[in-house]
């Protein structure tokens, strides 16, 4: 193989790295986000009147 190939495998490598580094950042920050917006939805959800009591009466 000639150094011109070489040259060219090696940064076709470089690429394909760089590209998948950078797709699990954003994966990884979308995530992030999703986790954020969970949490918040959950916080007002909560409801602390309910769940208190249990009427057992027949």
Do not use: F, R, Y
Not at 15 to 32: H, P
Not at 42 to 51: A, C, I, K, R, T
């Amino acid at each position: 193989m000639d150094i011109a190939a070489l040259s060219m495998v090696m940064a076709q490598s470089n690429l394909k790295q760089a590209v998948g580094i950078s797709v699990l950042n954003m994966s990884k920050e979308q995530a992030g986000g999703d986790v954020q917006a969970l949490v918040k939805m959950m916080e007002q959800s909560v409801q602390p009147n309910l769940g208190g009591a249990i009427d057992i009466k027949a």
